[in-house]
């Protein structure tokens, strides 16, 4: 009987610069607890901080993960950040091609 995939979710983060991203998606990637980054750079982010408004450019991430691999991967971009409060937003996929999918979950160790 084939093994049940873990659900793939699209993970959602800012970085403060491309250096930074670079190297959250190596690691990521590295140990496994990613099937693919995507690096978005220059990105205007608007937010209350302190309350007061903030702008800043960052650059954005979206994580192709399982929520197996979650756990870890929240523990490695949380080290990784020099964010107070991080943004991590986990989206669950609804849908998608079945091939990807399963490509994401053996890449982030289930086959």
């Known amino acids: ?3 049940k995939m873990d659900q793939v979710l699209l993970v959602i983060t800012s970085c403060p610069d491309k250096a930074t991203a670079i190297h959250i998606a190596e690691r ?3 140990a496994k607890l990613a ?5 978005m750079p220059d ?3 608007l937010y209350m901080w302190n309350g007061k408004q903030e702008t800043a450019h960052e650059v954005l ?3 192709k993960t399982t929520s197996n691999a979650y756990p ?3 523990a490695c971009i949380t080290e990784n950040l020099p964010y107070e409060i991080p943004e991590i937003i986990a989206l669950p996929v609804v849908a998608g091609l079945p091939a990807y999918l399963q490509w994401v979950n053996e890449q982030t160790g289930r086959q």
Not at 35 to 39: D, F, K
Request: aromatic share 0%; hydrophobic share 65%.
């Open 1 to 3: 009987m084939k093994e």
């Open 28 to 30: 990521l990637l590295a």
């Open 35 to 39: 099937a693919c980054v995507n690096i």
């Open 43 to 45: 990105v205007m982010s």
């Open 61 to 63: 991430l979206q994580i």
């Open 72 to 74: 870890a991967l929240q």
